[in-house]
């Protein structure tokens, strides 16, 4: 068998477990003139957590928090910060095929989570797999070729209470 060089495009998005992801989203925003573009939650059809894509040049992070508190054990957003504080929870790398990249990366000793599967709306389909690490964080490889959304299915814009008031972004940041 020959190997075959399956190349990671770039980092996709680096996930945040945090215990306010709101109030981190609003922080973001204002603190580090990050762009709030995408959100899920409980009114997207996400009962568990709120997740804010925040967006700067070419770095995207995701701040998610559980809705319960996180006295809720067995969730593992809840579990996580309440174990390590807010931190990194997943890096999210971007592939232009995530069941190659999953197979290959297994075969060679990563360890597997989830294979491939599909999430779709009306923007279309992305493919997402998980490996494992030695640590609390996961690797998730994500093909966007077929999507066209704002970050993932079910993400929406976000709710205008995170965003910065009209002018408070030094200028070029908006």
Same mark, same amino acid.
């Given at each position: ?5 399956v190349p990671a495009r770039r980092t996709d998005a680096v996930v945040l477990a945090v215990g306010d992801a709101?109030?981190?989203? +609003? ?47 067995? +969730? ?7 174990? +390590? ?27 597997p989570v989830t294979e491939p599967y599909e999430l779709s709306d009306r ?15 996961? +690797? ?35």
């Amino acid at each position: 068998m020959t190997d075959i060089f399956v190349p990671a495009r770039r980092t996709d998005a680096v996930v945040l477990a945090v215990g306010d992801a709101r109030r981190t989203a +609003h922080y973001y925003s204002v603190a580090l003139a990050m762009r709030c573009t995408a959100y899920s939650g409980p009114e997207t059809g996400n009962p568990e957590t709120a997740s804010y894509v925040l967006e700067s040049g070419g770095a995207r992070f995701v701040v998610t928090s559980a809705v319960q508190p996180i006295t809720d054990h067995g +969730h593992r957003i809840a579990d996580h910060v309440a174990a +390590h504080g807010d931190t990194i929870l997943d890096l999210v790398i971007e592939v232009p095929d995530a069941y190659a990249v999953y197979d290959y990366a297994v075969d060679r000793g990563a360890t597997p989570v989830t294979e491939p599967y599909e999430l779709s709306d009306r923007y279309g389909t992305v493919v997402l797999a998980v490996l494992g690490t030695d640590g609390p964080a996961r +690797h998730i490889l994500v093909e966007r070729t077929g999507y066209a959304g704002l970050f993932l299915p079910g993400y929406v814009p976000p709710p205008t209470d995170v965003l910065p008031p009209r002018g408070a972004l030094p200028a070029g940041n908006a």
